[in-house]
């Protein structure tokens, strides 16, 4: 679903990212780890077409992300690490507008938009101005409009922050699930134990280069006297 | 003052940085906006020493035509000014997450308020200062005043332009305390039309028929005079600092000092009453704003503008949704409709009185003359009104815009839905308001027909600058309005609007005067001057408002968010 080659990004004389090859194939739940400032939330910007790599290339389900971008993106959600979203629309307004973006054919989206209301237990709050949501209630409804056409890749930066424990839980299991249906998930996340529970693979990045990549267990495997992720993750970034 | 030395220290680093940004920018580039701004200053500079001189050459009564329109100047530039303040003020103090930043530090409330009133009274206030010395420059020089009068020029303007900030302040302030957030909407309208409706009053009680004048001078001297008499109102602060510059440019200091001295006097009173106003009730104010009803429910397709939007379903859907977007975004900003609401109850006041100039008694110079400053005003408004509020269209995609980034659409669909549906909305107002205009002045038919022509292309030129500025320039980390217009960008997008439509009008003025005043050309030399008048507009509007649009939509396709 993913396939990145030799990607970098340049900011001025930073590199943010180095030579990044990697490959997710459909079905697979990534997590995406780093120190801040590593270079994840960059990654994944390139990944959703919002930033452009300097070299190498970026294809989501065989389309460039450069000369392919609209096709992609038809393919792609992205649930950004802050839920910036039109504070003077309501959360009802806001699924509405994106499904009208992505031309869901009206009568799905309202019974999909319902749906995820009721799962998320933001029926009540819909048609309140977002101004006046908890950050909380805004990444529940940027992650509802992120599943609302049915993408084949979700990619998701720090999806938990802000989430009670139940909807944390429910953020979990619709991702799983959305997984084992055959969605590619791309996860970024501080979130140790939370990779480690739900990811099939997981990357380390560290001054923008991949210096770890494999099953949770492979990892583990190569570096001496580590029983959980959070060891391994901070012995390897320390070396480095 | 606690936290006052902080917050100095965090703009003079701010400075810092945007001038070390500014210095990491080409070379080429900087120069030729420097010079750009300069020749516009200077370009300003002529204009105005133009028409004081043109004013001057009237015999007998030029010194009072000069005079006259700097009470004009001032008395407008102090009501517009306080009325954008009330707007400015209102977002800066009340709606800015700077100040809720702010209020979480051990910082007094003054210290805030006059942290954020300061900002305010830039905002509101850098382009009046732009244009207004010149004004003041070109009045010099034709006066032929001393040197020293012109080192006095910035000690005009420093309580010129805070004062009206500091009447808009006090009266947020107050509202604010007593009165429910949710209304604020409503004490803004007010505030308008009760401000708005004292000015036609003040004007319409001072008109009086002229129709007996005796010759032409007579008859425009009683007519200005009566007109603008308000303007000279002993309790009008405008009027204080009109006299003080009048006094002081033929050399009378006594009443040049009295009249600068009683407005800053004032300034500083009210200054003392925002401090104690604020020293009281700014928090509390603040913490209502935050705490007040937040349940009103929007049902998702329901209401005027939803039914509205069924009129133009035929729009490619993602089209009609970003549209309904920006206006339910629009209708929902009191910050963003109230001035909008300024703008068209001003026009409706100047529609209103041009029903009291007598045509009939005028000669064709005034009659040409009349249609043609009619032109300028549209123009004018219709370039302030595309720099205020489509130039911020794209900013105030804001951080939102990973939304539209992310979506299935290109950015050239993004930027021609603004630009057509705005530039429907502009087309319909400005084709409107210059037929029924000319209508009213009654116009020759000929002139009605350049007019409108005039006013279509350049309300196309006009959207295209401002969308396209807009979207070559945008600042999304900004969300108030006033700061996002006060950028480069805006700036930009003002002068180039400001030439393009004078350079319009100028290229048909000449010819019409030639042909239907002076008599100088055959009917012949006027077509084809005329034609190649149009040739030039034409030419102008399709660089002015294609080219930043095509510029705009290849930055925004490299941009990166």
Redesign the interface.
């Known amino acids: 679903m993913i396939e990145i080659k030799e990607l970098t990004k340049k900011f001025g004389n930073t590199v943010a990212v180095d030579n990044l090859t990697l490959s997710i194939p459909e079905g697979e739940f990534f997590a995406f780890l780093g120190p801040n400032g590593a270079g994840k939330t960059t990654t994944i910007?390139i990944i959703?077409?919002?930033?452009?790599p300097t070299q190498g290339s970026v294809f989501v389900g065989g389309y460039s992300m450069t000369s392919k971008a609209?096709?992609a993106?038809?393919l792609?959600s992205?649930v950004?690490d802050?839920p910036?979203?039109?504070e003077?629309?309501?959360g009802?307004?806001f699924l509405?507008?994106?499904g009208?973006?992505?031309?869901i054919d009206r009568q799905h989206y309202q019974k999909e938009i319902e749906r995820l209301l009721g799962l998320f237990s933001m029926q009540d709050y819909?048609?309140?101005?977002m101004e006046?949501y908890s950050h909380g209630m805004k990444q529940k409804v940027v992650i509802c409009s992120a599943l609302l056409h049915d993408p084949r890749l979700i990619v998701i930066d720090e999806p938990m922050v802000g989430l009670d424990p139940r909807s944390v839980r429910l953020v979990k299991d619709i991702l799983k699930e959305r997984s084992r249906q055959g969605t590619a998930i791309f996860m970024a996340t501080h979130t140790l134990s939370l990779a480690e529970e739900i990811a099939d693979r997981v990357g380390i990045i560290h001054n923008g280069r991949l210096i770890s990549l494999g099953t949770v267990d492979e990892i583990k495997m190569g570096v001496e006297d580590s029983v959980r992720l959070e060891d391994v993750f901070l012995k390897i970034t320390a070396e480095e | 003052m606690d936290g006052l030395r902080a917050i100095a220290k965090s703009q003079v680093w701010m400075l810092r940085n945007n001038i070390a940004r500014i210095k990491e920018e080409p070379m080429l580039k900087v120069s030729f906006i420097l010079a750009f701004m300069c020749l516009f200053w200077i370009g300003a500079l002529i204009l105005f020493h133009r028409g004081f001189r043109f004013l001057n050459r009237f015999p007998f009564v030029g010194s009072i035509l000069m005079d006259e329109t700097i009470y004009l100047f001032f008395a407008a530039l102090f009501v517009m000014l306080a009325l954008s303040s009330v707007i400015v003020c209102y977002v800066t103090f009340y709606t800015s997450r700077e100040v809720d930043f702010l209020f979480s530090k051990p910082i007094q409330d003054t210290v805030i308020f006059f942290y954020r009133f300061f900002q305010s009274v830039f905002f509101s206030s850098w382009a009046f200062l732009f244009l207004g010395v010149p004004f003041i420059i070109a009045y010099a020089i034709i006066k032929q005043v001393p040197f020293w009068f012109y080192v006095t020029i910035p000690f005009y303007f420093i309580p010129f332009l805070i004062l009206p900030t500091a009447l808009a302040a006090l009266i947020i302030l107050i509202f604010m305390s007593f009165l429910d957030f949710q209304k604020m909407k409503y004490v803004i309208i007010a505030i308008v039309l009760a401000v708005l409706a004292g000015i036609y009053w003040a004007y319409k009680i001072n008109i009086r028929p002229a129709f007996s004048a005796r010759t032409e001078i007579d008859f425009v001297m009683n007519e200005l005079l009566q007109h603008l008499r308000f303007l000279r109102h002993p309790l009008f602060p405008g009027c204080w600092i009109s006299r003080s510059i009048i006094c002081s440019s033929v050399s009378r200091f006594r009443d040049a000092a009295f009249y600068f001295m009683s407005f800053a006097i004032t300034t500083l009173f009210v200054l003392q009453i925002d401090w104690f106003i604020a020293q009281r009730a700014f928090f509390s104010g603040w913490a209502a704003s935050r705490g007040g009803r937040?349940?009103?429910?929007?049902?998702?397709e329901k209401g005027i503008i939803n039914r509205m939007a069924q009129m133009i379903a035929f729009l490619p859907?993602?089209t009609?949704?970003?549209v309904?977007?920006d206006i339910?975004?629009f209708l929902?900003?009191p910050g963003q409709w109230s001035q909008f609401l300024i703008y068209f109850s001003i026009l409706g006041i100047y529609i209103f009185n041009l029903r009291n100039i007598p045509t009939e008694a005028v000669n064709p110079f005034w009659r040409v003359s009349i249609t043609f400053l009619n032109l300028m005003a549209t123009l004018l408004v219709l370039a302030s009104l595309t720099v205020r509020f489509l130039f911020p269209l794209m900013s105030l995609e804001?951080?939102?815009i990973?939304?539209?980034?992310?979506?299935?659409?290109?950015f050239r669909r993004l930027i021609f839905q603004k630009f057509v549906i705005n530039l429907l909305g502009i087309l319909l107002m400005s084709e409107s308001l210059i037929y029924a205009t000319n209508v009213i002045l009654e116009t020759s038919r000929s002139m009605t027909y350049v007019s409108c022509g005039i006013a279509g292309l350049a309300s196309f030129g006009l959207v295209g600058l401002s969308i396209g500025l807009g979207s070559i320039y945008p600042n999304f980390k900004e969300d108030n309005t006033a700061k996002i217009v006060s950028g480069f960008g805006g700036t930009l997008n003002l002068i180039i609007a400001l030439f393009y439509s004078i350079a319009m009008i100028g290229a048909f003025a000449a010819p019409v005067y030639s042909y239907e005043v002076q008599g100088s050309i055959p009917l012949r030399t006027f077509r084809s001057m005329k034609a190649i008048a149009w040739i030039i507009t034409v030419a102008a509007t399709v660089v002015v408002g294609v080219a930043p649009v095509l510029l705009g939509y290849r930055r925004l396709e490299?941009m990166?968010?």
């Open positions: 910007k959703a077409g919002l930033l452009r609209i096709e993106k038809r792609i992205y950004p802050v910036y979203v039109y003077k629309l309501t009802r307004e509405y507008f994106t009208e973006l992505y031309n819909g048609d309140m101005l006046n | 937040k349940d009103r429910r929007y049902p998702v859907r993602s009609l949704a970003m309904i977007k339910k975004i929902r900003d804001g951080n939102k990973w939304v539209l980034g992310l979506a299935p659409i290109t490299q990166e968010y």
